[in-house]
């Protein structure tokens, strides 16, 4: 596997374009578009809370109906979220604008929204909007940032990524932009996510790759505990690659899951380091514990404890909290048998040993602590689960952001 | 029922005393005992956290061997957490300094730590402590007050009250302390509660009394969702009152119950009005839910909400916010049918409309939003269950406190 430059145009086929819309920030673009010049097949994961986005339910249609993709609408700013059946009435009219200028089916065009809740989207702008990004499509590296930067929020910096692959002598690449940095405590998915791809691939194996993969990446980062309304990660592959079609968990299989999985956990991080007011990515990995399922339930706690997130920001080794956190996770465990380690490039210390705090080098911790990449490692020496989660730490800037977000 | 003056020392028999043992803090007051010149009988609830401070596996098996109680010790400033072997030492030297000094057996002792985890209480200072408090106790209003003052940490106010209730024409009075502000998310019960009364009422129905009152007060309320290794609530009864023993559910044991309840809500109130850098009280009342289990987590998850408590500390009607917590709780429901206001002395406005958000007079919103005890009221028209929650809002000081706070 190979990292390449670009983003979700790299992949043969797929062209993108940006635009200033208008639909609520000004001097900025806010709305992008992805276009495939071949049918694709697609894969979804969507947002579990019980308050779903209209573009979320729309793409949700897309997917579950096994049908093809063509394109892909985002708009940033608003979320059209909690917006009725006007809500969803601006998916239809946005579907339907695309369809038109691409020369396409309505149900072949998949939908982003993000931002404030409960405002609704001025539809003569967004159509607007579809039409000036038809005549806007480009393929290359370029055309892929400036995508990937109309689609942010409160994002501090753009975020994608491309590898290649081979499949079966094939050159396969795939390619992908996630935007996310408040109200980021994905469950089954991430904020907004777009993976494009040239292999061929079937829908039901495209989705079983993109299900497992969320999991290990989007699933195990959290900035603030709030899970949205409209997260969304969408995977379009449109087979030029010429690749033996992916029918089944073979060979070709593991190798393009690998690379999927390469590219989520890259953009999870960059995400949790681009968390609200974040001045440090937080890495919690679980080693030893009882089974997978309670390491994850023990890394999420921790990676997402105000009180930890805190010490993080203000550099302070007080290990206590993150025991405290272990602790109210929901897991039984023996406290006498836990270690934690703070370590980043500048080093490792033990700040707990068998459930206590030993004397440590509070310099040393300091400056492990100082880096902007810091790792809290928990040893349960219970058994042989292990996971990885990732956050950021509770700034001002965080309260800052989001006391003053909507106005 | 009747609100009168004092705290701890209100019921007859009761008296306190305070300290500056030099425990950790400095300059200002570290210690407090409380004493009963009479056995009390004795219930308690403690922390559901796995990892649990030494005290309260020391409380716990004072209150479990179902004996007698006469005083409780307490010092902020060092948790006595994940402290080990040591940890329990120290319990043990304490109480049996304090049965030296008080003419009681050591399991007559309780004890009750705050402050930072992980660090290690010097025993010759808690022992001289005791010392020191057993020559200056004191009853009357003035100490219960300075004992109050002595077991904050990063509380800005004291918190304590006194009632006086009528039992089979006996005047029976009920009064007790609190401390909370940091690390606040309790479950069975909060940071350190102490309770005495001067009733006359059994060991089993004065647990069954305080295992109920605690989950619609302290449970119902979260600073930051970190639940403490130390969250202790403990009841003294001494029985001087003369009233008929309260041996089972009748009048006189509901009389007592509601004057618990009202004791417990106002303290956790208080609690959560002095969280961490808060500058509101931030109450969520969820109406109409199918349930009271699904109440309690609905309300629970909007009132934890980071971002909902963001915009209630920058006065932003965002009512998207309010939606999605409710919408991730973990809880079925049809978010169509549900509304929201926002209430406060200065008003109440609709912001939610049957799952949308309607036009609203943000003037209003935020002059509603201006006030100091704000409420969010939740309609969900699918059954008759309620629950209400306190909570404050998120702010640049709660990071400050946070970041700052060991060193």
Avoid at 216 to 224: A, E, F, G, K, L
Avoid at 302 to 315: E, N, P, R, T
Wanted: glycine content about 8%.
């Amino acid at each position: 596997m190979k990292v390449i430059a670009g983003g979700v145009t790299a992949p043969k086929g797929f062209l993108a374009a940006d635009t200033a819309a208008g639909i609520k920030y000004q001097g900025r673009t806010d709305m992008a578009m992805v276009y495939s010049e071949a049918d694709c097949t697609v894969a979804g994961t969507f947002t579990t809370n019980v308050v779903k986005a209209a573009p979320v339910i729309w793409d949700r249609d897309v997917v579950v109906k096994g049908g093809s993709a063509r394109a892909i609408i985002v708009n940033s700013g608003i979320a059209n979220a909690c917006t009725g059946k006007e809500g969803m009435d601006i998916c239809d009219a946005t579907a339907k604008a695309a369809a038109q200028v691409l020369s396409i089916r309505p149900e072949q065009v998949c939908i982003g929204s993000t931002g404030v809740i409960g405002m609704q989207i001025p539809k003569d702008r967004i159509v607007e909007g579809v039409k000036v990004l038809s005549t806007k499509l480009e393929s290359g590296e370029e055309a892929s940032l400036r995508a990937a930067k109309a689609i942010m929020t409160t994002d501090t910096v753009h975020k994608m990524i491309a590898v290649e692959i081979e499949l079966s002598g094939k050159t396969v690449t795939i390619g992908a932009m996630t935007k996310g940095s408040g109200m980021i405590h994905p469950n089954m998915c991430t904020m907004l996510c777009y993976i494009t791809t040239d292999a061929a691939i079937t829908n039901e194996m495209l989705q079983k790759a993109l299900s497992a993969s969320i999991q290990d990446s989007y699933n195990m980062i959290s900035v603030d505990g709030d899970t949205s309304t409209n997260d969304t990660c969408l995977a379009l592959a449109n087979g030029l690659a010429q690749n033996p079609v992916i029918d089944c968990e073979n060979e070709d299989y593991r190798t393009f899951c690998e690379a999927l999985d390469y590219i989520n956990i890259y953009l999870a991080k960059k995400m949790a380091a681009d968390g609200e007011g974040a001045t440090h990515l937080y890495e919690v990995i679980v080693n030893g514990a009882a089974s997978k399922e309670k390491a994850v339930i023990l890394a999420k706690s921790v990676v997402g404890s105000s009180l930890c997130k805190a010490a993080i920001y203000g550099k302070d080794a007080n290990c206590g909290r993150f025991m405290c956190a272990l602790g109210y996770a929901g897991v039984v465990f023996d406290p006498d048998l836990v270690d934690i380690y703070f370590e980043s490039a500048a080093g490792s210390v033990l700040v707990v040993s068998q459930g206590s705090a030993p004397l440590f080098d509070e310099e040393l911790a300091v400056a492990v602590l100082s880096e902007e990449a810091v790792t809290v490692r928990c040893e349960m020496h219970e058994g042989e689960a292990t996971a990885t989660a990732w956050g950021c730490d509770l700034t001002y800037d965080y309260v800052k952001i989001n006391a003053d977000y909507r106005s």
